[in-house]
């Protein structure tokens, strides 16, 4: 499915060229992950319907799960009233979405005065990239 | 409930000083919206347990709520893997997050090649800030 270019216009995209995105699975509701996408990571995200974002540090495009192989497949994805933010629904293929090995990136709670970590390692890094860069 | 000082050198602020946060309904799971937030609008946030952003158009600390009234209670908050992105569950006071009088501001959805307004308007804008200024 291709998105029209003047829809693509109406994304207010920062002063970088990129917006925030949020991948929210589809069926628990849970907040996964949050990265960026430039014009071309919008555009493709939705021609290919999984999730491709823009890697600031890295400075190109990111096929979430190209190393790891946990893709995100999309199911919809939307924007806000200011056309700055957007929002994925989005089913993770292999249940983990963070580069911790964690099913989501969301796992320091505020407790007691500060950051804790309440979710469990699933996978290890080590074992999820294994052999590769990233 | 305080935060730690050394908590919040913890986060990492953008180039301004700033990290996105997201309301996310606590009980439907629904994102509400996204904004910012500076080092005192986050510690204030925790203090006070509401949402309370920095609105970048204005350059000054948004009390979510102050003058609609719809004021997002805190019942958690999170940081995510690189402590970069903030995530609340809030308890959303009138049901409408959103300026546009909706419920969230997620109401663009993409839909045969283009975004679409999907969501009703619950109040007027109008309605919503009559005799204020925003």
Redesign the interface.
């Known amino acids: 499915?291709?998105?029209?270019q003047?829809?693509l216009d109406?994304i207010k995209w920062n002063e970088a060229g990129l917006v925030?995105a949020?991948a929210?699975e589809h069926d628990?509701?849970?907040?996964l992950?949050?990265a960026w996408m430039n014009r071309e990571a919008l555009s493709l995200t939705?021609q290919e319907q999984r999730a491709i974002y823009f890697s600031r540090s890295r400075q190109k495009l990111w096929r979430k799960g190209e190393e790891s192989g946990h893709i995100q497949v999309l199911k919809?994805?939307?924007?806000?009233?200011?056309?700055d933010?957007v929002?994925m629904q989005v089913e993770q293929l292999g249940g983990i979405a963070?580069?911790?090995g964690?099913h989501h990136?969301?796992?320091?709670?505020?407790e007691e005065?500060?950051?804790r970590d309440v979710e469990p390692v699933i996978k290890s890094a080590d074992e999820i990239y294994k052999g590769k860069s990233g």
């Open positions: 499915m291709d998105i029209d003047l829809d109406e925030p949020i929210q628990s509701g849970q907040v992950m949050v939705i919809e994805i939307r924007i806000d009233c200011d056309s933010v929002l963070c580069h911790t964690r990136c969301f796992y320091k709670r505020f005065g500060g950051w």
